[in-house]
């Protein structure tokens, strides 16, 4: 079955830096575009990274734009995340995502705080 297994999070004050990872299994990972996102409490989940099945194409939000990298290796089934220059509102359970063709498949997260 699919699986998505985030590690990577973390405590860090601001202006650290953090890169997390997602071990995918269960599916042929270099078929798929991938994506990372990112739910604060109190708020709805929101996109933080996309990433094409080759890695040569990629997407962010303003919000992160010049501080996150997203990558893959599809040798190693593996996602990544570099989070540069983090700030409080950074702040976040982040989650790997996988849409295989009609199924939506995430992670269980990985918590990120940013903190003084």
């Known amino acids: 079955q699919v699986q998505l297994v985030e590690s990577g999070g973390g405590l860090v004050q601001p202006g650290g830096s953090l890169t997390l990872s997602c071990a995918a299994s269960?599916?042929?990972?270099?078929?798929?575009?991938m994506s990372w996102y990112r739910q604060a409490p109190g708020k709805e989940r929101e996109l933080v990274a996309d990433?094409?099945?080759?890695?040569?194409?990629?997407k962010y939000p303003d919000s992160v734009k010049g501080r996150f990298t997203i990558s893959r290796d599809n040798a190693k089934n593996t996602l990544y995340l570099e989070m540069n220059n983090l700030k409080v509102e950074d702040t976040a359970v982040y989650y790997c995502?996988?849409?295989?063709?009609?199924?939506?498949?995430w992670g269980q997260g990985t918590q990120v705080t940013v903190s003084s």
């Open positions: 269960g599916f042929r990972f270099s078929w798929y575009d």
């Open positions: 995502r996988a849409v295989i063709g009609v199924m939506t498949r």
């Open positions: 990433i094409s099945n080759t890695g040569r194409t990629t």
